[in-house]
């Protein structure tokens, strides 16, 4: 996971996506919370997490707010 941080990616629901940049990952009880430099954050589970690092894209609903997020890894 630490191979994430730093990372630029896409974030936001589905075709709202705007660019961003990881700048922490921290666990939270069973999930992690991904922030960015921008001040916002993403709630994931872990297979979620592989998911991003493995396959460079991970959907998810989001377990803040219950919408669903894409985040997307672009470098």
Do not use: W
Request: glycine residues 10%.
């Amino acid at each position: 996971m630490k191979t994430l941080i730093g990372s630029k990616v896409l974030h936001g629901s589905p075709g709202y996506q705007t660019s961003e940049t990881i700048s922490e990952i921290t666990p939270k009880g069973r999930d992690f919370e991904m922030a960015f430099e921008s001040g916002c954050f993403s709630t994931l589970s872990l297979d979620e997490l592989y998911e991003l690092q493995n396959d460079g894209e991970v959907h998810f609903k989001e377990k803040t707010h219950g919408g669903f997020t894409v985040i997307t890894l672009t470098a």
